[in-house]
């Protein structure tokens, strides 16, 4: 098959790529660059031939002869989301929207588009597939839109499948550490301490970046009607963690490190989600990670290059720190397009 892949130089692309490849898919890749200076280690045996190209500017004839697409190529995390909220809409929500047009007008028969549980937002109880969702920032909020307008394009020529990842974790070679497993085991490793400002008790699910790669080639491979214009929550239900859990499992993994709690509120996102679904009618899939493991393999990787503070702290593994220094330097204007003067570079 071959597929486009949007986002390959991102944290997650760049370990979906790979894994498409080695399963015998030919892999094209599209990604504006703005995270290119994140590159923690090599991790990967090869990466997907890549166009540099904004979402917002692929056109019918980038997409001549794909046979389907996994876009996960969109401004990531609700902090970036609520700093540029107007931008995020016009990207995530009216981009992927053009691209699922495009797609129509190529031909391209499949697309399976990265969602997210944060959709759920704050939920009593556990929620599935069926559950309303409430996402609480920009970021969620063009997922629901997204999963909308696709699901509305859904047609026996056009199969969108929409895949809600649970919060991402684990090792890849554009870190992020941004995102809370990976943050709380970059603390563990610098500064020997995890120092929470709330009680921890928020429940969140986690799943690691391989497991999300497994679930598309999954859905990917699947028979059409197993995954035509269908939700899933990717994840397990054994990987509902409270937020407390998650830092006293990093804690544990990296001696010497203390572990301390703040007192209650704070964030009021708190959801515990059903992976029955994708475990059940998504042929071959289950998970192969947990956060006990994916501290150890961050363990790994952080001695084996012996990282350091300012690694970890540095604008090429935060979102929203790579964001503000290309805005500020000029290099991408206000509605985060690449300037004349960075391409002149």
Known sequence: MKVLVTGTE????????????????????????????????????????????????????????????????????????????????????????????????????????????SVYGVAEGTVDENSPVNPQTAYADCKTLVERDLSALASDNFSPTFMRNATAFGASPRQRF???LNNLSGLAWTTKKIAMNSDGTPWRPLVHGLDIAKSIYCALEAPREAVHNEKFNVGSNEQNYQVRTIAETVGAEFPGCEVTFGPAGGDNRSYKVNFDKISSQLPGFSCDWDAQKGAAQLHQVFQSIDMDEATFTGRGHTRLKQLEHLISTKQLDADLFWTKEAVAQ
């Open 10 to 117: 991102g944290y997650l692309g760049c370990l979906v790529a790979p894994e498409l490849m080695k399963r015998g898919h030919e892999v094209i890749g599209v990604d504006t660059g703005y995270y290119r200076q994140g590159w923690l280690y090599n991790g990967v045996p090869f990466t997907a031939q890549t166009l540099a190209k904004d979402i917002r500017d692929i056109t019918v004839g980038d997409l001549e002869g794909v046979d389907a697409i996994v876009h996960m190529a969109e401004l990531s995390n609700d902090p970036l989301g609520e700093l540029l909220s107007e931008v995020t809409y016009t990207v995530n929500h009216k981009g992927s929207v053009k691209l699922a047009e495009m797609a129509i007008q190529a031909g391209v028969e499949r697309f399976v588009y990265m969602s997210s549980c």
């Open 178 to 180: 941004d995102i809370v």
